[in-house]
């Protein structure tokens, strides 16, 4: 406001200094003019005799005497003093013209000044009531712009509200039918397991079921006699049992007597340990002795043969304790295994 108000005071000033200088240059030029026209007159005068000959003639000068002259020069005197007058007269009119021009200029500069001065008092007051509107109108548009601002948070947190409780329902019936799930798979899982339990129960009453029979069948196995009906078979076989004894001893007891004749012709002969015939007699020794060995092993199975043929439990694999089959019997004697037995040793 002080910034305003300065400027409002220097603009009329400067502005009636501008009345003042445009005054002075009109009276300047209201001034010039005045000769300008007394100029023009003269010329106008001038320029009126044309014909050079009058002129010539006017122009020549009576001889006057002094009385005439002296009335001639009083006569210049008054033409002199009126024109002075005259000129008197013409600069008070241009000064009073210039005064009024200047007092019309002045009344004119002040009337404007008033009128730019209510111009301006009405332009600020319009202004005032265009910004006291202005602020109104902005006033009730930021209350506006609230009350919306508020209507949409209130709108936006019950949508959010409302999203919430629905995401809350939505994950409550998830949670809820997550529950029903799981009850529903642990009770088809305990359904399951009691169906396994019993499936496994039926399975390990006929697995032993199966093994009791098993064992019947085995211990029944055991103790089969497979060819206890067969006694002629049975005397068969003991028979070739007992030449096939009588012809083991008979082989042990040579094997023994030679090696014993071999120990007795080393001890009785000197050789010579660079010949190497001391030590193939000793290997020949230790292959008899060997195969004695061997002998006796198999009339001991022979004598364990005979003996299961005095109980008629001979002809009965060990292994699986099914029947041997009669041509096994007779081909080996003695034998204890049937076929598949002895090929899976």
């Given at each position: 406001m002080p910034s305003s108000a300065k400027t409002t005071k220097k603009s009329p000033t400067k502005k009636v200094v501008a009345r003042k200088s445009v005054i002075k240059a009109s009276a300047k030029k209201v001034t010039k003019k005045a000769p300008a026209k007394k100029a023009g007159a003269k010329?106008?005068?001038?320029?009126?005799?044309?014909?050079?000959?009058?002129?010539?003639?006017?122009?020549?000068?009576?001889?006057?005497?002094?009385?005439?002259?002296?009335?001639?020069?009083?006569?210049?005197?008054?033409?002199?003093?009126?024109?002075?007058?005259?000129?008197?007269?013409?600069?008070?009119?241009?000064?009073?013209?210039?005064?009024?021009?200047?007092?019309?200029?002045?009344?004119?500069?002040?009337?404007?000044?008033?009128?730019?001065?209510?111009?301006?008092?009405?332009?600020?007051?319009?202004?005032?009531?265009?910004?006291?509107?202005?602020?109104?109108?902005?006033?009730?548009?930021?209350?506006?712009?609230?009350?919306?601002?508020?209507?949409?948070?209130?709108?936006?947190?019950?949508?959010?509200?409302?999203?919430?409780?629905?995401?809350?329902?939505?994950?409550?019936?998830?949670?809820?039918?997550?529950?029903?799930?799981?009850?529903?798979?642990?009770?088809?899982?305990?359904?399951?397991?009691e169906r396994r339990d019993a499936e496994e129960r039926k399975r390990q009453e006929r697995r032993g079921a199966e093994e009791r029979k098993r064992l019947e069948a085995l211990e029944r196995k055991m103790h089969s006699k497979p060819y206890a009906d067969d006694t002629a078979f049975l005397d068969e076989l003991r028979h070739?049992?007992?030449?096939?004894?009588?012809?083991?001893?008979?082989?042990?007891?040579?094997?023994?007597?030679?090696?014993?004749?071999?120990?007795?012709?080393?001890?009785?002969?000197?050789?010579?340990?660079?010949?190497?015939?001391?030590v193939a007699s000793d290997i020949q020794r230790d292959q008899l002795k060997e195969f004695a060995s061997a002998l006796r092993l198999k009339v001991d199975e022979i004598d364990v043969a005979l003996a299961r043929i005095d109980d008629g439990s001979y002809g009965r694999c060990d292994e699986c304790y099914e029947a041997i089959s009669q041509p096994r019997l007779r081909a080996q004697l003695p034998v204890f295994t049937c076929v598949s037995c002895r090929a899976s040793v």
């Open positions: 010329k106008v005068a001038k320029k009126v005799p044309v014909k050079k000959s009058s002129v010539k003639k006017v122009a020549k000068k009576p001889v006057l005497s002094p009385t005439q002259k002296a009335a001639a020069a009083k006569k210049a005197k008054v033409l002199a003093a009126e024109k002075a007058k005259r000129e008197r007269d013409a600069k008070a009119k241009a000064a009073e013209h210039k005064a009024l021009v200047r007092q019309k200029s002045i009344d004119a500069a002040k009337s404007k000044k008033e009128r730019e001065a209510r111009a301006r008092a009405m332009a600020k007051e319009k202004a005032a009531l265009v910004k006291a509107k202005a602020i109104a109108a902005a006033k009730s548009k930021k209350e506006r712009d609230a009350r919306a601002k508020v209507a949409a948070k209130e709108r936006e947190a019950a949508r959010k509200a409302r999203e919430k409780a629905a995401v809350e329902a939505k994950k409550q019936r998830e949670i809820e039918a997550k529950r029903k799930a799981i009850e529903a798979e642990k009770l088809r899982k305990l359904r399951e397991i070739l049992l007992l030449e096939t004894r009588t012809a083991t001893t008979t082989q042990i007891a040579v094997s023994e007597s030679e090696a014993n004749e071999m120990l007795v012709d080393r001890e009785r002969l000197e050789y010579d340990d660079e010949d190497g015939s001391s």
